[in-house]
Structures are given as structure tokens and as C-alpha cells.
């Protein structure tokens, strides 16, 4: 199996850019919480030494392994910026995202020289940027983006589990599961969930 790589970093580096950082978001497709995004920089020094791959091909266990490794890692700067299910609602899940990345590029909280983005769009910055599609299979940063993200929204969705612990949030973190859909028919949306989404527009708030 062929792992991502620093390639497109490294080619970046060779360029000029000595601070490049990648972009990746997790929970587009849920019907309830918030969309985060990660930002990650790596130094030129940093050595491929992880055997990454996209946080949905990892189980559950060795995400939080490989997150708890990336963010202790000094040569790894990163990120944080979300979006909640209220801007969603308000701007629409595709800009909510948006957002919620150029919030994490904000909290990164250092200079950048160049972004690339996990996707087929830009974000509003100055800052020259390159999307590419299925980064977080392919570029090293965008992966270790993607992974922290995800780990990063799970631990929001089990909080809002001991809020809301009849929707098992905790388990589904919010996605379109056959459980998630059923305790919906039986309760009704509450207050994170996405009202705009067409599985939710029917279900009044508890």
C-alpha cells in the first residue's frame, strides 16, 4: 500500500515557500454539531517517519494513537477552527467549511507562505493556495489535518452526548445512521442539529 508523503510540501519548499501548511475538515455529512477544520505545518526537517492515512480508513483507536503522537510532535505546528451547526444552517454546510478552515489557518497563529487545501475549492485568503482532491490520501500534512480534525470533532459530539444522550452522539457522532434516524423519528431534531438538512427539516425541535 502506498502511504502519503511530504512530496508535495518538499516540492513547495524547493520553491521558496518554507511555510506551508495543509488543510483538512471532518463532518460535512452529519446532521448535528459543528464542521472543524485543522491546520498543519510541518518543518522542513520533518522526516516521513509516520505511516499515515486518511482518518476514515483508521480505526477509531489508532486515530487517537496517531493524534496523540502528531500533536506532541515539535516539529508538527497545527491548528484548530470550527464551525457550528448555526452558521451551517445560516451559510450552508460548503462555506461553513470554508470558514471554519480560515479560522484554523487564523489560529495557527504564525506566518504562512503557502496553503493547500483537501478539496476543489479555495478558501477567502491572500495567501496563495492550491486545492487538490483526495489530499488527505496523498499529502502527508493534509492527512495529519485530517486526523486531528476528526479526533478533535468526536470529542465535541461525545460532549454533547452527556447533553443530549438519548440520540447516541456518542456512537454515531452525529452521521445519517440507521439508529441516529430512529431516535429522530422517536424525539425530534435538538438544538445542534443541522435544520437546513433535509433529513432533519421535518423533525421539530425538542
Not at 38 to 43: I, L, R, T
Not at 76 to 101: C, F, H, P, Q, Y
Not at 117 to 128: M, V
Not at 152 to 176: N, S
Request: charge should be positive; charged fraction near 35%.
Amino acid at each position: 500500500m502506498k502511504f502519503p508523503s511530504l512530496q508535495e510540501e518538499k516540492k513547495l519548499w524547493k520553491k521558496g515557500y518554507k511555510r506551508v501548511v495543509c488543510l483538512d475538515e471532518a463532518g460535512r455529512g452529519p446532521l448535528a454539531g459543528p464542521v472543524v477544520a485543522a491546520a498543519v505545518m510541518v518543518k522542513k526537517t520533518k522526516k516521513n517517519f509516520l505511516r499515515l492515512k486518511d482518518s476514515k480508513r483508521l480505526s477509531r483507536l489508532k486515530r487517537k494513537e496517531l493524534y496523540k503522537i502528531l500533536i506532541n510532535d515539535s516539529s508538527i505546528k497545527w491548528g484548530i477552527g470550527k464551525a457550528s451547526e448555526r452558521v451551517i444552517d445560516k451559510i450552508n454546510i460548503l462555506e461553513a467549511t470554508k470558514l471554519a478552515m480560515q479560522r484554523a489557518v487564523k489560529n495557527l497563529n504564525c506566518k504562512i507562505d503557502f496553503l493547500i487545501l483537501d478539496g476543489n475549492f479555495k478558501i477567502k485568503s491572500e495567501i496563495p493556495q492550491k486545492p487538490i482532491i483526495q489530499a488527505d490520501e496523498k499529502v502527508f500534512s493534509c492527512v495529519a489535518a485530517s486526523i486531528i480534525a476528526k479526533v478533535t470533532r468526536d470529542r465535541i459530539m461525545e460532549r454533547y452526548h452527556k447533553k443530549y444522550p438519548k440520540y447516541g452522539f456518542d456512537k454515531h457522532k452525529g452521521y445519517p445512521t440507521k439508529y441516529h434516524f430512529k431516535m429522530l423519528k422517536k424525539y425530534g431534531s435538538c438544538k445542534i442539529h443541522r435544520k437546513s438538512f433535509k433529513p432533519v427539516l421535518k423533525c421539530k425541535r425538542k
